[in-house]
């Protein structure tokens, strides 16, 4: 079981706007640990899409976007395209088990 | 171009060990902590271990601690991860990361099946 919480799946129309949960606790994001978002497909190379709670790396597309209040984080995605089906994860640091730890990770499903 | 190559995985039995290794390209390699995350068969991503850029600094997931040794070789530009006394629960593909704690590049993994 993961110290931060994710829907296991959200879904979709092409055009919609679609939100992904991330919630922690008081050890790690409620700790101004920085909170940090995931794009996996199957069979491939994870890919960073947000890093620092809000920014983007060059190269993904400003239809992804982040936010961090409290002891949760939020990924965004406007837009919805089909190729933005995958599996999503947050990641941060927890204090208490001294480790960099993920989310159990999103599964988004375009319709 | 950042390129990561893990390399090493395989079928082991319980009990037994296997070093996994990721060659490292397109980058100052020496410069960066590095990671190994895992991924389980239809389970999310686990974090498993990292290093500092020099080697002097390790950091391991208390379900490796003491089994698992991460290490690396900055003339080589590698990455290893030493695993012992191999467990069913440890099958997983194994990916290393480049920089912590943002993994901003990864490979693209490598199986180990722990299995008798």
């Known amino acids: 079981q993961s110290v931060l919480t994710q829907p296991p799946s959200v879904s979709g129309a092409p055009g919609q706007r679609v939100t992904i949960s991330c919630t922690g606790s008081s050890s790690n994001i409620g700790a101004r640990y920085d909170v940090y978002w995931y794009q996996h497909l199957p069979g491939t190379a994870p890919k960073l899409l947000i890093y620092v709670n809000t920014n983007r790396p060059s190269g993904v597309p400003d239809r992804f976007s982040g936010s961090k209040s409290g002891t949760s984080a939020s990924l965004v995605i406007t837009g919805l395209q089909a190729e933005d089906e995958a599996d999503y994860y947050c990641?941060?640091?927890?204090?208490?088990?001294?480790?960099?730890?993920f989310g159990g990770g999103t599964k988004l499903t375009v319709l | 171009e950042v390129q990561l190559v893990e390399s090493g995985g395989g079928l082991v039995q319980p009990g037994g060990s296997l070093r996994l290794s990721c060659t490292a390209s397109g980058f100052t390699f020496s410069s960066y902590a590095m990671s190994w995350v895992r991924q389980a068969p239809g389970k999310g991503l686990e974090w498993v271990s990292g290093?500092?850029?020099?080697?002097?600094?390790?950091y391991y997931a208390d379900s490796v601690r003491g089994r698992f040794t991460i290490s690396r070789d900055n003339s080589k530009t590698t990455l290893y991860l030493q695993m012992s006394s191999l467990r069913a629960e440890d099958t997983a593909v194994y990916y290393c990361?480049?920089?912590?704690?943002?993994?901003?590049?990864w490979g693209q993994g490598t199986l180990v099946t722990v299995s008798s």
């Open positions: 290093i500092s850029g020099g080697g002097g600094a390790t």
């Open positions: 990641q941060s640091y927890d204090s208490s088990l001294s480790e960099w730890v």
């Open positions: 990361a480049k920089d912590i704690p943002r993994f901003d590049y």
